[in-house]
């Protein structure tokens, strides 16, 4: 992302979120770096800090556990002794304990946007217009449907969903579709391999040099995506 945007970390009103956090490591990473990065435009700490969290980063979680997860590993350099009296009375209202599958699974957006809406009490969220300026992070990449063996992909869905609602994305995913391989549906791959506004910023053929505990054929791929670019297609 940094890459393809250089100072992005540097522009306070960059906005970045996760629309399915499992362990927070993604937004932490985009807060780090935006904490270094606004270091000029905002150089008291505090007020920095504040910012950033009350502005700049959003993360939904799939359920209250992970939402817990999330949120510790996220805050927890709130607890330190340089930031600990901020940790009563900071905003954290833009992480929310919201499954985003069902709202990816629909075939627009407004339901969704009706609910940040009423998540983040701005009524402009219900406006198609009003977006995200970056998503990052690594969708789930199967369903879960009960009593069944073989489980379809779902990642396709949030790349869609990251389209709709954002002007770039950076996700990783599973790569098979880059082949025309896989079980995510041909026009789908079709329309991917033919966007003039994406392109493939890494591929791993062994996955496992990346996740070690995960089994994902095909290798995995990070995916740019900027709505306002022609840098394609892949």
């Known amino acids: 992302l940094e890459k393809e945007n250089p100072g992005i970390f540097s522009d306070p009103n960059q906005t970045f979120v996760d629309f399915y956090m499992k362990s927070g490591l993604y937004i932490t990473e985009i807060i780090t770096r935006l904490y270094t990065g606004l270091s000029k435009a905002i150089p008291e700490k505090e007020k920095r800090l504040r910012h950033i ?94 009593n069944r063996g073989e489980q379809p992909a779902i990642y396709n869905l949030f790349y869609d969903l990251a389209e709709k609602c954002s002007i770039k994305y950076c996700l990783i995913s599973p790569a098979r579709f880059l082949f025309k391989v896989g079980s995510t549906p041909k026009l789908w791959n079709a329309k991917m391999l033919e966007s003039e506004n994406l392109k493939v910023v890494y591929f791993n053929q062994n996955p ?6 995960t089994d994902i054929k095909g290798g995995v791929a990070i995916l740019y995506y900027d709505s306002q670019n022609c840098i394609g297609p892949i």
Not at 54 to 64: A, D, L, M, N, W
Not at 95 to 104: G, L, M
Not at 208 to 213: A, K, L, Q, V
């Open 53 to 146: 969290l009350e502005k700049q980063v959003y993360g939904f979680t799939p359920s209250k556990i992970i939402y817990n997860i999330a949120k510790s590993f996220i805050f927890g350099f709130l607890y330190s002794d340089e930031f600990q009296h901020m940790s009563t009375d900071i905003d954290l209202s833009h992480f929310v304990c919201v499954d985003t599958v069902p709202y990816a699974k629909m075939e627009d957006d407004i339901a969704f946007r009706q609910r940040m809406a009423e998540l983040f009490n701005n009524q402009n969220w219900e406006n198609e217009n009003m977006k995200f300026d970056n998503v990052v992070g690594n969708p789930p990449y199967q369903d879960n449907i009960e």
């Open 208 to 213: 496992s040099e990346i996740f070690p505990t």
